[in-house]
């Protein structure tokens, strides 16, 4: 078979002297013709240098990727303790080297060239796994809220996956009728080739698929930071925090990233000139999580904070209770919903909060309309634009300038496939089982329109997440955290000990650049705190 070629960087070519550095840490031998060097559902696989021969990998039996000399195998799972999504097989004797996954860790902490080069490549390799539909089968209604869940969930935690839609795709029956599974049991999820789980919780999805679970601690045990939400604040004080030597717990409800995971590109974020996702900005940041020896749970949804013997006890839905000496509260904002009667009946089947890859490929050659004027808007408008017949931006206000940055704006302005309609609000939507058309007010002259559209995002600012906290935490009159008051470090609430960062915090810049300084600031406060 013919290799690959490499069009996006993800896979790099070790050169003979790399090799051999390399095979310091592990060891050369023979392949045979038709050998599994790695199965689909294989945990803590070794890593392999293709050294002589070809190796094919595979996804659901098919060759995606041919891999000859000096290419390595291995994928983003690897490095976060996630399964293999694919199988790699040699198609001829040749040779490879073989290196433990423990040693590839040491590998990796002491060849900085190489750590970075398996980092850039893995990351890339995942995006490609997204955009072809491999890893986890979900075969679910379009018209189903737990089909909506798992593939949000999915697309969140950057897990690849293939949608088999039970209203259109002929493939949802007959995989359904060999499995032995009406109808009305679905969604089900269908991953590493036989393993089934019906309507599986977002906990229970992200046990079997390598998410990071929350350590079994006993209230007992006290740590020194508990980090509440894992988006960009959470995960710098994660980092930080772990770096410093505390020991760092790390919880989110839903997925690592925050707001910022679903980000197609963040363009103005330092140190990134092309840009970069805000999934790969979180996976970077997971990665020195695990590095530094914080311990991450996703998903964990926290319920109550509670004041005992100078500690803190943070509290789960599942039961469980995690005491620390510090907390840090980064539990950000939820996107706010559009006031237009009959909005739940849309939302999941043509109404959308975020716009990532799997959204993009629902789209495809459709017209799209997005309602909200700040970045997030601007960013997906400028994302779609590449997939969707045409992008409609409606704004409330008379000029994108007013909450939305200068560099967004250049590049809407000359994109001929996003339309911007200002003065326009959302007043109506309309479709029978799903959304088939949008109409909007026109706040100069009252006047009505309708568009057709399957499918509209909503970008419209976001209400914080602060329920949870049950009024033992001082909030302003919007609900945001107050910090720094009286006494009260910076960024320290009415809790000794308890801080506030990112979108969550009153007054906060709602930036990604300024959340992740603030959370690494709160680190430093939580170290005088805890030398009181």
């Keep these: 078979m013919q290799e690959t070629p490499d069009l996006h960087g993800a896979y790099p070519r070790l050169d003979a002297g790399e090799i051999d550095r390399l095979a310091e840490y592990g060891t050369r031998r023979p392949t045979r013709s038709d050998e599994t060097l790695v199965r689909e559902g294989d945990h803590d696989y070794d890593f392999y240098v293709v050294t002589a021969g070809t190796v094919a990998v595979l996804e659901s039996g098919e060759v995606i990727r041919v891999h000859g000399r000096g290419r390595f195998i291995g994928e983003l799972g690897q490095l976060t303790g996630q399964p293999a999504f694919f199988t790699a097989v040699a198609q001829e004797p040749g040779e490879v080297v073989q290196v433990p996954i423990a040693l590839l860790r040491e590998l990796i902490a002491?060849?900085?060239?190489?750590?970075?080069?398996?980092?850039?490549?893995?990351?890339?390799?995942?995006?490609?796994?997204?955009?072809?539909?491999?890893?986890?089968?979900?075969?679910?209604?379009?018209?189903?809220?737990?089909t909506r869940r798992l593939r949000d969930f999915a697309a969140r935690n950057r897990l690849p996956y293939r949608w088999i839609d039970l209203e259109e795709d002929r493939e949802a029956e007959s995989l359904?009728?060999?499995?032995?599974?009406?109808?009305?049991?679905?969604?089900?999820?269908?991953?590493?080739?036989?393993?089934?789980?019906?309507?599986?919780?977002?906990?229970?999805l992200a046990l079997v698929t390598g998410l990071p679970v929350p350590d079994?601690?006993?209230?007992?045990?006290?740590?020194?930071?508990?980090?509440?939400?894992?988006?960009?604040?959470?995960?710098?004080?994660?980092?930080?925090?772990?770096?410093?030597?505390?020991?760092?717990?790390?919880?989110?409800?839903i997925a690592t990233g925050g707001q910022a995971g679903t980000s197609s590109r963040i363009e103005n974020y330092l140190g990134f000139p092309g840009g970069i996702s805000g999934g790969e900005?979180?996976?970077?940041?997971?990665?020195?999580?695990?590095?530094?020896?914080?311990?991450l749970g996703v998903p964990v949804e926290t319920t109550a904070l509670e004041s005992n013997?100078?500690?803190?006890?943070?509290?789960?839905?599942?039961?469980?209770?995690?005491?620390?000496?510090?907390?840090v509260i980064a539990t950000g904002a939820r996107y706010r919903r559009l006031a237009v009667p009959g909005l739940d009946r849309f939302e999941g089947q043509g109404v959308y909060y975020a716009a990532t890859e799997v959204e993009a490929r629902a789209c495809r050659k459709r017209p799209v309309a997005i309602v909200g004027g700040g970045n997030s808007a601007g960013q997906a408008a400028l994302f779609l634009s590449g997939h969707a017949a045409v992008v409609r931006l409606f704004i409330r206000g008379g000029d994108l300038a007013e909450s939305m940055s200068r560099y967004l704006?250049?590049?809407?302005?000359?994109?001929?496939?996003?339309?911007?309609?200002?003065?326009?609000?959302?007043?109506?939507?309309?479709?029978?089982?799903?959304?088939?058309?949008?109409?909007?007010?026109?706040?100069?002259?009252?006047g009505r329109r309708a568009f057709e559209t399957n499918d509209l995002f909503v970008f419209?600012?976001?209400?914080?997440?602060?329920?949870?906290?049950?009024?033992?935490?001082?909030?302003?009159?919007?609900?945001?955290?107050?910090?720094?008051?009286?006494?009260?470090?910076?960024?320290?609430?009415?809790?000794?000990?308890?801080?506030?960062?990112?979108?969550?915090?009153?007054?906060?810049?709602?930036?990604?650049?300024?959340?992740?300084?603030?959370?690494?600031?709160?680190?430093?406060?939580?170290?005088?705190?805890?030398?009181?």
């Design 176 to 204: 359904l009728c060999q499995l032995g599974i009406p109808p009305h049991d679905t969604p089900v999820v269908i991953l590493f080739g036989d393993q089934v789980l019906r309507n599986p919780s977002n906990a229970e």
């Design 281 to 295: 900005l979180a996976e970077r940041a997971v990665i020195q999580c695990r590095k530094f020896g914080a311990r």
């Design 309 to 327: 013997d100078g500690s803190y006890a943070v509290r789960r839905a599942d039961g469980g209770c995690v005491r620390a000496r510090s907390v």
């Design 216 to 253: 079994q601690t006993t209230e007992e045990e006290v740590c020194d930071l508990i980090v509440v939400g894992a988006g960009p604040a959470g995960l710098a004080a994660a980092v930080y925090g772990a770096s410093e030597g505390l020991d760092t717990i790390l919880f989110d409800a």
């Design 460 to 532: 419209i600012g976001a209400d914080p997440c602060v329920a949870w906290l049950a009024g033992n935490v001082d909030l302003d009159e919007k609900g945001y955290v107050r910090t720094g008051h009286g006494d009260a470090l910076p960024l320290e609430t009415n809790l000794a000990g308890v801080f506030a960062v990112g979108d969550v915090r009153s007054g906060s810049v709602k930036r990604v650049a300024s959340a992740v300084g603030e959370g690494s600031m709160a680190v430093r406060l939580v170290h005088e705190h805890l030398a009181r």
């Design 110 to 146: 002491a060849e900085p060239w190489f750590g970075d080069m398996v980092l850039r490549a893995y990351l890339v390799r995942r995006s490609l796994l997204i955009e072809l539909g491999a890893g986890l089968r979900i075969i679910g209604s379009r018209f189903s809220t737990d």
């Design 409 to 446: 704006i250049d590049r809407i302005e000359r994109n001929k496939a996003v339309e911007v309609y200002l003065h326009t609000q959302v007043c109506e939507l309309l479709g029978d089982r799903a959304l088939e058309k949008i109409v909007v007010l026109d706040g100069r002259t009252g």
